[in-house]
C-alpha cells in the first residue's frame, strides 16, 4: 500500500495555501491540490510542499489549545480562533476516533469514542480521506479539500477504494539525517568495499617489497665499492729509525 500525505490547495498570491476552499474569502478562487497537480501551468505549486503543510498555522479553543477546526475544540468552543498566528500543523496534537488518530469528530463511526487532544496522535499519524479524480487519489482534510470534479472518500474509504493510504503529514524519520548506528551492516556492501580495497592494499605490498629490494641492492653495490676502494690504496713502506740499541728502536 502506497502511503500519502496532504497536499495545500490555493486561494491565489494575496492568500496563500489553504486546505479547505471555505478558507478562501471568494470561493470562486479555490483550486485543490489535485489541479495545481495535474493542471499545466498552475500557480501555487509549492501548497504542495510538504514543508509547507507541516508549518502551516491552525485554530486555537478559547483555553489555547491548538486545533484544527471548531468541531474539534469541547463543546464546540464559539469563540475559536480560526487562524491563530503560533499553532503549526506539525506542532499540534489532534484528536482521535478511538485509537485512530483524525482530523475532526466528524471522521469518528458511532462506534468510536472522540478524545481531543491525543498526546500520540501527531500530523503523521492523522488518517485523512482524499479527492478522487481520474482514477488519480489527493488526500484532504475534507471534503471542502476536493474541486467539483472530484468524489470525496472518506478516511476509511480511501484505501478499500484505491490501495493508497492517506495522511496529513508525510511520515517522520526516526533517524532523519543522522547515521542509524544499530543498522545491521550489509554484507554485500561489505563485500564489495573488501573487494574494491584489495588491489590497493597488494599493490602497496608489492610496492613496498620493490622499494625495500631497491634499497638493499644499492647498499651491496655500495659496499663493494667500497671495499675495492680500499683495496687500491698503497700504503708507503715503512721506515724504521734506529737510535741506539735495538731496545730503543722507534717507528717513524
Not at 502506497?2 to 486546505?19: D, I, L, P
Not at 470562486?28 to 509549492?46: C, D, I, L, Q, V
Not at 590497493?200 to 671495499?227: D, E, F, P, Y
Amino acid at each position: 500500500m502506497t502511503r500519502n500525505s496532504v497536499g495545500a490547495g490555493y486561494c491565489g498570491w494575496e492568500y496563500g495555501c489553504v486546505f479547505e476552499k471555505t478558507e478562501c474569502p471568494d470561493v470562486t478562487t479555490f483550486r485543490s491540490s489535485h489541479e495545481m497537480k495535474y493542471t499545466a501551468g498552475a500557480h501555487g505549486g509549492n501548497c504542495l510542499s510538504k514543508k509547507i503543510v507541516k508549518a502551516k498555522k491552525l485554530g486555537q479553543c478559547a483555553d489555547s489549545t491548538c486545533s484544527p477546526n471548531t468541531a474539534s475544540c469541547p463543546g464546540s468552543d464559539s469563540s475559536f480562533t480560526i487562524d491563530s498566528k503560533t499553532c503549526s500543523v506539525e506542532e499540534t496534537k489532534f484528536g482521535s476516533c478511538g485509537s485512530r488518530c483524525s482530523w475532526s469528530p466528524d471522521d469518528c463511526l458511532d462506534s468510536e469514542l472522540w478524545t481531543f487532544p491525543s498526546e500520540n496522535c501527531s500530523c503523521d499519524k492523522v488518517q485523512v480521506g482524499g479527492c478522487l479524480k481520474s482514477d488519480k487519489i489527493s488526500c484532504a482534510v475534507t471534503s471542502l479539500g476536493c474541486d467539483a470534479a472530484s468524489t470525496w472518500l472518506k478516511p476509511l474509504e480511501v484505501a478499500p477504494s484505491t490501495g493508497n493510504s492517506c495522511f496529513l503529514c508525510s511520515e517522520n524519520s526516526p533517524y532523519g539525517a543522522a547515521v542509524n548506528h544499530n543498522r545491521k551492516p550489509n554484507t554485500t556492501e561489505s563485500s564489495e568495499s573488501s573487494t574494491s580495497k584489495m588491489p590497493i592494499i597488494v599493490g602497496s605490498i608489492v610496492g613496498g617489497i620493490l622499494v625495500s629490494s631497491a634499497i638493499a641492492i644499492l647498499a651491496v653495490i655500495h659496499i663493494r665499492r667500497t671495499k675495492k676502494g680500499m683495496e687500491k690504496i698503497t700504503l708507503p713502506p715503512q721506515t724504521i729509525a734506529t737510535f741506539g740499541s735495538g731496545d730503543d728502536a722507534s717507528v717513524l
